[in-house]
């Protein structure tokens, strides 16, 4: 399989936290830096986080001070560890490869803001 596996996401009060994980394919993730995008509803996919190989991460302006990026590279796995959560933040979570590959898009994982 080469889609990354996206997991975590779910229904969360606003000012609550969630943790997503990504699982990659091993040889594609040590070799790539890495992203975590979302996609509301009616609007375009957006760039929400990114993580070199080395471990340098960059936001959005809208996640900011919010959200944390990591990777553990023996496991292959991405995370995305969302605090202080707003009803903006609701979308399908989706990790890939940055710049993003089209091959690579995988199901992603719903996360819903709401009271």
């Known amino acids: 399989q080469v889609q990354p596996v996206e997991s975590g996401g779910g229904l969360v009060q606003p000012g609550g936290s969630l943790r997503l994980a990504c699982a990659a394919s091993?040889?594609?993730?040590?070799?790539?830096?890495m992203g975590w995008y979302r996609q509301a509803p009616g609007k375009l996919r957006e760039l929400v986080a990114t993580i070199t190989t080395g471990g340098r991460t960059n936001y959005a302006d809208s996640v900011k001070g919010r959200f944390t990026i990591s990777r553990d590279n023996a496991q292959n796995t991405v995370y995305l560890q969302m605090n202080s959560l707003k009803p903006e933040d609701t979308a399908v979570y989706y990790c890939?490869?940055?710049?993003?590959?089209?091959?690579?898009w995988g199901q992603g994982t719903q996360v819903t803001v709401s009271s």
């Open positions: 091993g040889r594609i993730f040590r070799i790539n830096d």
């Open positions: 890939n490869l940055y710049p993003s590959s089209s091959p690579f």
